[in-house]
C-alpha cells in the first residue's frame, strides 16, 4: 500500500477533484453536518481557494485514491504579533480510517506552521465528537483558555 501526504496544487485535477471528493464526505457525514455540499460549493470551491495566498490544503492519498484533507487557512495572532494557522477541515474518508492519516497531514501542517513562523495552530471540534477530541489531544492540542478563573473560550458564529 502507497501512502503519499502532500501539500494540494489545485491548478492539478486530480488535487482539485480530490479536495471537493474528500469535503463532500465530511460534509454528508454527521460531524460534518450530514448535508452534501451544495452544488454552488462544489462547483466554486477550488477557484474561491485559488483565490487566496493564505490557504494551505494537505492531501492524503492511498494507492492513488483520495483517503484525507485538511484545510488550513494562515490567520494571525495579535497578542503574539506572529501569524497561526487554523485547522477549518480535517477528515479521513471511511474506508481508510485507522491508518495513521491524520497523524501523517497533521505532521505536513505542523512543518508548514513552523516554515511560516507561526506562534500556533488552532482548530475547532464538535463537543461529543470524542474520537477526533482524543486524536487532537494525542497531537498536542487543547481547549484554549487565558486564565483558568476564566475558562474556556467558545466558538461562536454569526451566519451572515
Known amino acids: ?16 477533484e480530490a479536495l471537493v471528493f474528500l469535503l463532500n464526505q465530511y460534509a454528508k457525514d454527521l460531524m460534518g453536518g450530514g448535508e452534501p455540499l451544495s452544488d454552488f ?3 466554486n470551491l477550488v477557484n474561491e481557494l485559488k483565490k487566496r495566498e493564505n490557504v494551505y490544503v494537505i492531501l492524503a492519498f492511498v494507492d492513488g485514491n ?43 501542517v505542523d512543518e508548514i506552521a513552523h516554515s511560516l513562523g507561526c506562534c ?12 477526533a477530541k482524543s486524536a487532537y489531544q494525542n497531537f498536542g492540542f487543547q ?10 473560550a467558545v466558538f461562536m458564529e454569526n451566519i451572515l
Not at 490567520?75 to 479521513?92: E, Q, Y
Not at 500556533?120 to 474520537?131: A, D, I, S
Open 41 to 43: 460549493t462544489q462547483q
Open 143 to 152: 481547549s484554549y483558555q487565558l486564565l483558568p478563573e476564566q475558562g474556556q
Open 66 to 108: 483520495p483517503a484525507g484533507l485538511v484545510n488550513a487557512i494562515e490567520g494571525f495572532s495579535t497578542f503574539a504579533c506572529k501569524p497561526l494557522l487554523n485547522i477549518h477541515d480535517a477528515v479521513v474518508d471511511t474506508p481508510y480510517r485507522g491508518m495513521g492519516l491524520s497523524r501523517k497531514m497533521f505532521a505536513k
Open 1 to 16: 500500500m502507497k501512502i503519499d501526504i502532500l501539500e494540494a496544487d489545485l491548478s492539478i485535477l486530480q488535487h482539485a
Open 120 to 131: 500556533k495552530l488552532t482548530l475547532e471540534v464538535l463537543k461529543n465528537n470524542q474520537l
